[in-house]
């Protein structure tokens, strides 16, 4: 495996890193007095950290080789989850902190769930996931019984929390990600994962557990989807069956733009962190023209998707020329 496979800061995150600079450079000449301003900057940082969290969760099944469409479907069910829990117990903080771990071992089961599918029953991974998630909706809207589920203003105040005017939930992606970093960049599961994700025949004649190395891929990613459904509760005070549907095609679109390489073996987990920053600035600064609708939003995402894989691509193959010339 090439050293700059894991890599903490690749080329691509240079260029994402001169991307978002050049992006701040703009919003800075064209609408500085409403865009750089604490509470959009505040804003900005506690509306990506959701799909931020899935898109890291994305990421690490897509570095196996593999995807998780599931995973908003599996924020709301273990946001839904942590809902009832708070709404049925009246023990202030104990119920928060039984709500939150209910919500993280729901993730967890949906993520293993999902991973077994893939790798023990060999299910592709898109179909894999495309049942999942409508099981995983199915289930929020038995418990939610198709209604919304309220937190009851109890679980506001993860949301509302700063420390040192830096929004807690954005603080919370940061650690999530310099975590996640540090596990695919510096030990053995990480290089397990990309040598999975570029040859899992090869990997097994290696002695990998690929079987046990893909399964813990896909239960990161639950994991990571709880915690985006706990913020996502915190945050709009309420849970939903279909909430943030969306955020699917964010989320895929993230970790192309950060580096991923779809087919696997290849990206860091950082590029994804900056993909999501510069998404979510964009996102803001296009809210600042009122002209430009939001029904334009889906279609700019596909087309900076298809935009980024075609880079990639081109990139890709001069990179095998120049390997394949030496």
Do not use: H
Not at 276 to 291: G, H, R
Request: aromatic share 8%; with cysteine; hydrophobic share 50%.
């Amino acid at each position: 495996m090439k050293k700059g496979m894991t890599l903490p800061f690749d080329e691509n995150s240079r260029r994402l890193i001169i991307i978002l600079v050049a992006l701040l450079f703009i919003t800075g000449i064209t609408k500085s007095s409403q865009f750089l301003n604490v509470g959009n900057v505040q804003s900005i940082g506690k509306q990506l950290t959701e799909y931020g969290l899935m898109s890291l969760g994305m990421g690490v099944c897509m570095l196996s080789g593999g995807i998780d469409l599931s995973t908003v479907y599996i924020a709301n069910l273990c946001g839904i989850s942590a809902g009832l829990i708070i709404q049925s117990n009246t023990s202030g903080v104990a119920g928060i902190v039984l709500a939150c771990v209910v919500a993280l071992i729901v993730g967890a089961l949906c993520g293993i769930f999902n991973g077994f599918l893939v790798s023990f029953l060999n299910i592709p991974p898109m179909l894999a996931t495309l049942g999942s998630y409508e099981l995983y909706m199915g289930i929020s809207i038995v418990l939610s019984k198709g209604s919304t589920v309220s937190a009851n203003g109890q679980f506001n105040i993860l949301s509302a929390m700063t420390i040192f005017g830096i929004p807690f939930p954005f603080i919370l992606f940061l650690l999530c990600t310099i975590i996640l970093t540090l596990i695919m960049s510096k030990t053995s599961f990480g290089n397990k994962v990309y040598l999975v994700g570029t040859n899992a025949k090869s990997s097994k004649f290696a002695g990998i557990n690929v079987k046990k190395t893909t399964l813990c891929c896909y239960m990161i990613s639950g994991i990571l989807s709880a915690i985006a459904g706990l913020v996502s509760l915190s945050r709009l005070n309420s849970a939903k069956a279909d909430f943030g549907t969306s955020y699917t095609m964010q989320t895929i679109l993230v970790a192309v733009l950060g580096g991923i390489n779809p087919d696997g073996g290849f990206g860091n987990i950082p590029g994804i962190a900056f993909a999501v920053i510069i998404l979510q600035t964009l996102s803001s600064y296009l809210n600042q023209f009122p002209a430009i609708s939001n029904y334009y939003r889906d279609m700019i995402w596909g087309v900076a998707l298809l935009a980024v894989l075609v880079f990639n691509i081109t990139i890709s193959k001069k990179r095998a020329k120049k390997a394949a010339s030496k």
